[in-house]
């Protein structure tokens, strides 16, 4: 990677992007946005959970993307000072990859699962399925992992949504540990995201707080400035492996979009809260417990996603394999014939060992 514009300050920068995997590098920045090969994207840089700035992105091709961001030296500089540490070579063998992606695991659930992975989990489990009569047996195990281990290794994105003052921001803070959010009783406070990483359970979670709903048809500039908030928030709410509308409990008739998972606050002014409900001021560790139980219900997460020594799918490359082995033993399920599906799977596995295509 390397910036293309002069190195000094102006209105924008350019980074390109250049090597195989430069799409999937991009993307990790981006909220794991979609970029289709020559379409610019407007999307928000993220490093490491905070944002860095808003950049048009645009995959020239799968090798090639260009980055246009504001141009002050210090965000080019974190960018590519980001860029660097994420470089992991795809061509290096499986053991050097999940070694290089240790250094940014999201959790120690991650680490422990790229450790064992880096120590031969993977490879182990495709020499295992070369021999016929272990195939299938090997391939569902390998697909059980993999799927536990996908939001331990890139952390789901949690969207805290809602109507103004149903105390989003609140519930943010409880999550975080810390005051990342202004809270106050005045409606649309919250213009803007703010993101944190946090940890519940097991699992690291990109966690959102987004502007409130609520009808505003105002001109002045605040006005204005609320509904461009409001907009990006529906936006992230489609890019959300879970939104929870918070609503406030003493509401009446209020309703929620369809595809949420409805979460009541501020149970303690209620008799009688409807499930599930929470109350991040009285209760915080009572909040963060009843949320951590909501997302891992919701997104179907193991309690642990990691068992010592268990292979699993860990990065792109690996995930392609695995989607190969899945389309093998598709095709010879259609055909009902057990033994054939074996021979198959076994041969997928023995020539990707054989090209060290793993």
Same mark, same amino acid.
């Given at each position: 990677?390397?910036?293309?514009?002069?190195?000094?300050?102006?209105?924008?920068?350019?980074?390109?992007?250049?090597?195989?995997?430069?799409?999937?590098?991009?993307?990790?920045?981006?909220?794991?946005?979609?970029?289709?090969?020559?379409?610019?994207?407007?999307?928000?840089?993220?490093?490491?959970?905070?944002?860095?700035? /808003?950049?048009?992105?645009?995959?020239?091709? /799968?090798?090639?993307?260009?980055?246009?961001?504001?141009?002050?030296?210090?965000?080019?500089?974190?960018?590519?000072?980001?860029?660097?540490?994420?470089?992991?070579?795809?061509?290096? +063998?499986? /053991?050097?990859?999940?070694?290089?992606?240790?250094?940014?695991?999201?959790?120690?659930?991650?680490?422990?699962?790229?450790?064992?992975?880096?120590?031969?989990?993977?490879?182990?489990?495709?020499?295992?399925?070369?021999?016929?009569? #272990?195939?299938?047996?090997?391939?569902?195990?390998?697909?059980?992992?993999?799927?536990?281990?996908?939001?331990?290794?890139?952390?789901?994105?949690?969207?805290?949504?809602?109507?103004?003052?149903?105390?989003?921001?609140?519930?943010? #803070?409880?999550?975080?540990?810390?005051?990342?959010?202004?809270?106050?009783?005045?409606?649309?406070?919250?213009?803007?995201?703010?993101?944190?990483?946090?940890?519940?359970?097991?699992?690291?979670?990109?966690?959102?707080?987004?502007?409130?709903?609520?009808?505003?048809?105002?001109?002045?500039?605040?006005?204005?400035?609320?509904?461009?908030?409001?907009?990006?928030?529906?936006?992230?709410?489609?890019?959300?492996?879970?939104?929870?509308?918070?609503?406030?409990?003493?509401?009446?008739?209020?309703?929620? +979009?369809?595809?949420?998972?409805?979460?009541?606050?501020?149970?303690?002014?209620?008799?009688?809260?409807?499930?599930?409900?929470?109350?991040?001021?009285?209760? +915080?560790?009572?909040?963060?417990?009843?949320?951590?139980?909501?997302?891992?219900?919701?997104?179907?997460?193991?309690?642990?996603?990691?068992?010592?020594?268990?292979?699993?799918?860990?990065?792109?490359?690996?995930?392609?394999?695995?989607? /190969?082995?899945?389309?093998?033993?598709?095709?010879?399920?259609?055909?009902?014939?057990?033994?054939?599906?074996?021979?198959?799977?076994?041969?997928?596995?023995?020539?990707?060992?054989?090209?060290?295509?793993?």
């Amino acid at each position: 990677m390397r910036e293309e514009t002069p190195r000094a300050r102006g209105a924008v920068s350019v980074v390109s992007v250049r090597g195989r995997g430069a799409v999937e590098r991009v993307r990790g920045m981006c909220a794991r946005a979609a970029l289709t090969i020559g379409v610019p994207h407007l999307v928000r840089l993220s490093l490491e959970g905070d944002d860095l700035d /808003e950049a048009l992105v645009c995959a020239l091709r /799968e090798d090639h993307v260009e980055i246009h961001l504001h141009g002050s030296p210090v965000l080019v500089r974190a960018l590519l000072r980001s860029l660097a540490a994420t470089h992991v070579d795809i061509d290096a +063998p499986a /053991e050097e990859r999940a070694r290089a992606l240790l250094a940014r695991a999201p959790c120690e659930s991650a680490a422990r699962i790229l450790l064992d992975q880096s120590e031969g989990a993977w490879r182990a489990a495709l020499e295992r399925m070369t021999r016929a009569e #272990n195939a299938l047996e090997e391939f569902e195990r390998l697909s059980r992992a993999s799927r536990a281990a996908r939001f331990a290794l890139e952390p789901a994105r949690l969207v805290l949504a809602g109507p103004v003052n149903a105390g989003k921001s609140t519930v943010f #803070n409880v999550l975080a540990g810390e005051r990342r959010a202004l809270t106050s009783s005045e409606p649309g406070t919250t213009r803007d995201l703010v993101r944190t990483t946090v940890t519940l359970g097991r699992y690291a979670i990109d966690l959102l707080d987004t502007a409130g709903e609520r009808e505003n048809a105002g001109t002045d500039p605040a006005a204005r400035v609320e509904r461009a908030g409001q907009e990006r928030a529906r936006a992230e709410r489609s890019r959300a492996d879970l939104v929870l509308w918070l609503t406030d409990a003493a509401a009446k008739g209020t309703s929620a +979009p369809a595809g949420v998972v409805r979460l009541w606050t501020c149970a303690d002014r209620v008799p009688e809260a409807p499930a599930p409900c929470v109350s991040a001021l009285r209760d +915080p560790a009572g909040a963060r417990s009843t949320i951590a139980e909501l997302v891992h219900e919701r997104l179907d997460l193991a309690r642990d996603p990691w068992t010592s020594m268990e292979a699993c799918a860990f990065d792109p490359r690996s995930r392609a394999l695995l989607a /190969e082995l899945a389309g093998v033993a598709r095709g010879g399920s259609a055909t009902a014939h057990a033994p054939s599906v074996q021979s198959a799977l076994a041969q997928t596995a023995r020539s990707a060992l054989a090209a060290n295509a793993i």
